[in-house]
């Protein structure tokens, strides 16, 4: 009998798990908006406190070198949701309310994949991957959704086309409310911890997959009584400490149901911080800039998991990570089947699990931003990092905004390529490319296989494996 154990055990030491590991852990997957890198406390927040996220931190795994593939929004979910960088799959930027195009039917998420493996999936928050009918969460594996289509400024009427609401609150795909008030975006932190708690409870007997995208912090930052002039950050530090309270929340329904230990979840930030909005956004200390740029201010995030026995509790793990390999490992934690078509992650789990001697399996990581530009890329364990010449904006010289109201940027450009050692410069001050120029050879010719790929609009290549972004109709005025 322990003969025939002997490839089960094997199995499991191979991917990482335990013995006893169930075979289909619920996963949640919490993503706050625009929450800079040092905005959590154990990564150095100062002016507030973040008790529940800190106690992820103690009974999970740190991650100092965690990215997103794009420092914004749109381009930022799509990533995550699809495992490839966005501009593969045609997002790129941030959709506007009145875009008449969004993600495709033909891509899979993160939803649809862990729906082969028999998982109840929802989501609580904003989605900006398409506001039109076909677009929705609902339409893409979601089976319920509660939460707003777009990001939470975008409240504006348009000259274009007024027929679609401002800002909606959506439930599934149902408008409960046509035009979010300021008054309702102080509840949209409480509102949405309230549906995750209930949609934890209803399928407490069922693997599931829940997808808490906070609206907070990005600008206007609202906030409920219950934390307003609570901490000594003002408006922003109130602002996350309500977002570290519905951390503890989803916590608190994990373990009222018995659902804690098997339950893996996963913390991040879908860009970092603001940095023109001053006291209204948020820090990236000690890194260099911030959202809408591809230096490590920008798409550097602080990153949290937790799932017990499984993930190693009180640990640091200084691999570089990125948003796009969640999906692959998801699956092959689930043991679901990707997609057909190309993806770009790749399955990390030895890595969160703390293997011994695992590496991180990328070559590389590219940077877009902009319309398909390549501004830089990074080698697969984070050490060095190419930035191409492009233009960028910076708070460089200006005076912080306050009180909501932004900062006038400044027009800022790399001239040349630069190479940054970021174990000894993570703050990306001092370029070594004359230091190291194997290194420079070495990375331009990874992002020669970026461009021949998905194209860069710096080089004016064309790239053989973007897929299209679907379009749909917008209503008639």
């Known amino acids: 009998m322990k003969k025939l154990l002997l490839p089960v055990v094997a199995a499991f ?9 169930a075979p289909r852990p619920n996963i949640i997957i919490i993503l706050t908006d625009d929450q800079g890198y040092a905005d959590v406390g154990c990564f150095g927040a100062k002016g507030f406190v973040t008790p529940n996220l800190d106690r992820l931190a103690k009974e999970g795994r740190k991650f100092t070198n965690f990215h997103v593939a794009q420092a914004v929004c749109s381009a930022s979910r799509a990533a995550l949701l699809t495992g490839c960088y966005p501009n593969r799959v045609g997002i790129q930027g941030a959709l506007n309310p009145y875009a008449n195009f969004g993600i495709s039917s033909s891509e899979m998420t993160l939803a649809e994949l862990v729906k082969q493996r028999g998982y109840a999936t929802g989501m609580v928050g904003k989605w900006h991957l398409g506001h039109l009918l076909p677009f929705l969460p609902t339409r893409h594996g979601f089976d319920e959704w509660f939460g707003l289509p777009y990001s939470n400024d975008m409240w504006q009427e348009s000259t274009r086309n007024k027929t679609f609401p401002v800002l909606p609150l959506f439930e599934n795909e149902t408008v409960v409310i046509p035009a979010v008030t300021h008054a309702d975006q102080e509840q949209l932190t409480t509102w949405y911890t309230e549906h995750a708690v209930k949609f934890i409870e209803k399928n407490k007997g069922n693997p599931f997959f829940l997808y808490v995208a906070h609206s907070m912090p990005h600008v206007p930052l609202h906030v409920s009584d219950k934390f307003k002039g609570k901490s000594e950050r003002g408006l922003y530090g109130d602002v996350i400490q309500e977002i570290d309270w ?5 916590i608190g329904a994990l373990e009222r149901n018995g659902l804690d230990k098997n339950t893996w979840i996963i913390f991040t930030s879908d860009n970092g911080p603001w940095l023109i909005y001053g006291d209204h956004g948020g820090s990236a200390e000690p890194l260099r800039e911030g959202k809408g740029t591809a230096w490590e ?6 990153c949290l998991m937790r799932w017990p026995a499984q993930i190693p509790a009180g640990t640091v793990c200084n691999d570089m990570l990125m948003t796009i390999d969640l999906f692959p490992t998801i699956a092959k934690i689930i043991d679901a089947k990707l997609p057909e078509h190309p993806i770009d992650g790749l399955n990390i789990w030895p890595i969160i699990s703390g293997q011994p001697g695992a590496k991180n399996p990328h070559a590389a990581y590219w940077f877009y931003y902009e319309r398909g530009q390549l ?12 930035q191409f010449p492009h233009s960028y904006g910076s708070l ?4 912080p905004g306050h009180g909501g109201t932004p900062a006038g940027g400044t027009g800022c450009k790399v001239e040349k390529i630069e190479l940054y050692d970021l ?3 993570v703050s990306e001050t001092t370029d070594v490319a004359d230091k190291y120029p194997e290194i420079v050879t070495r990375l331009t010719a990874e992002a020669e296989k970026a461009r021949a790929d998905l194209g860069d609009e710096l080089t004016g290549r064309k790239g053989s494996g973007v ?3 679907a379009k749909a109709a917008l209503p008639k005025k």
């Open 13 to 21: 030491a191979a991917t990482g798990f335990s013995e006893t590991a």
């Open 246 to 250: 519905s951390v503890g929340q989803i």
């Open 297 to 302: 201010g920008g798409t550097r995030t602080p």
């Open 375 to 386: 501004q830089a890329i990074s080698t697969g364990d984070g050490r060095w990092k190419l």
């Open 396 to 399: 460089a010289g200006k005076t």
């Open 423 to 425: 174990v000894t410069d």
């Open 467 to 469: 897929r299209e972004a």
